[in-house]
């Protein structure tokens, strides 16, 4: 049975190319599937708007601040996925064209996707690779959060 955890970014202002999240293997054989994604603004709401996507990953960055991911089940094992998050010096090394979902939202919206039965973002069993949740463009600078939920 696979187990399943959480994981978030903090308060990350978007603009172009700016990761909010980068979930990534820490160097497991282990595959993991996103199921379940949450963003949102945390400023005060105006009428701006901002583009996400979910790309796939190949290097982790360089990462303002770690989060330890959240098993689901108190008696879960250590996640073999971790997360970087926060402003990144070093952007994530992230794959052209292989964007797994994209939405443009106004930053008084919330946004959740879930995925249907068996339309999980699968991520590979290679250290380093995962995905990134990314602003790839935005009229502000705004902070704005990402909640991810995945399976391994």
Known sequence: ??????GRSGSVAVGTNKALLNLFNGGTAQRGRVYDLVL?????????????????????????????????????????????MGAFSVEPTKTASSAVFGVSMNQRAT???????????????????????????????????CGIWWEE
């Open 111 to 145: 946004f959740r996707w879930v995925a249907a039965p068996g339309g999980e973002f699968v991520l590979p069993a290679t250290a380093n690779a995962g995905m990134a949740v990314e602003s790839l463009s935005s009229t502000v600078t705004t902070a704005h959060e």
């Open 40 to 84: 949102g603004c945390v400023a005060t709401p105006a009428d701006a708007a901002t583009h996400f996507q979910g790309v796939r990953s190949t290097a982790v960055g360089t990462e303002g601040a770690g989060w330890t991911p959240t098993g689901l089940d108190p008696a879960s094992p250590a996640a073999a996925y971790d997360i970087g």
């Open 1 to 6: 049975m696979s187990e399943r955890y959480h």
